[in-house]
């Protein structure tokens, strides 16, 4: 598995949003800049990012982009699946061979489903919302919850 550039740009610029959830459309410029993420590759992102149903877009003057849902209800793993597609193929490349022995494809087929799996757990039980939780327990910012 590798993250590309599209998939870190794309979930730190959700990341930023989630920053700013509540305070109305954020221009790309705007998140370019704190991100460190050249804008025209950025704004491609978006419209992957629109398409996918994690964000919204505005157009005009007092436009910008918005968390299409609460930071709380977009997990990592929707964020890097709508970037980057699957995570681990079902099925790895294999140039058109064919095992000779299918009980050692079976083995390692399972050490790629359980991998697969587990790395989808992780990634299904963090959301953005959690990612601003810890920038503000990092800068010492906590709010407690009732």
Same mark, same amino acid.
């Given at each position: 598995?590798?993250?590309?550039?599209?998939?870190?740009?794309?979930?730190?610029? &959700?990341?930023?949003?989630?920053?700013?959830?509540?305070? /109305?459309?954020?221009?790309?410029?705007?998140?370019?800049?704190?991100? /460190?993420? +050249?804008? *025209?590759?950025? *704004?491609?992102?978006?419209?992957?990012?629109?398409?996918? /149903?994690?964000?919204?877009?505005?157009?005009?003057?007092?436009? /910008?982009?918005?968390?299409?849902?609460?930071?709380?209800?977009?997990?990592?793993?929707?964020?890097?699946?709508?970037?980057?597609?699957? &995570? &681990?193929?079902? !099925?790895?490349?294999?140039?058109?061979?064919?095992?000779?022995? +299918?009980?050692?494809?079976?083995?390692?087929?399972?050490?790629?489903?359980?991998?697969?799996?587990?790395? !989808?757990?992780?990634?299904?039980?963090?959301? &953005?919302?959690?990612?601003?939780?810890?920038?503000?327990?990092?800068?010492? *910012?906590?709010?407690?919850?009732?």
């Amino acid at each position: 598995m590798r993250i590309s550039s599209k998939g870190d740009y794309g979930l730190r610029a &959700l990341f930023d949003l989630a920053q700013r959830f509540g305070e /109305g459309p954020i221009q790309s410029e705007e998140i370019a800049r704190r991100q /460190g993420i +050249p804008v *025209n590759y950025l *704004n491609q992102l978006l419209i992957t990012m629109r398409r996918g /149903g994690l964000i919204e877009s505005l157009r005009g003057p007092q436009g /910008g982009h918005l968390l299409a849902r609460h930071p709380e209800a977009i997990t990592l793993l929707e964020i890097l699946t709508v970037l980057e597609g699957p &995570l &681990l193929p079902d !099925e790895p490349a294999r140039d058109g061979l064919g095992p000779t022995v +299918p009980e050692d494809l079976a083995l390692v087929g399972e050490v790629w489903t359980t991998l697969r799996g587990r790395l !989808e757990q992780i990634l299904a039980a963090r959301t &953005l919302d959690e990612l601003c939780q810890s920038k503000r327990e990092r800068a010492g *910012n906590l709010m407690y919850y009732i």
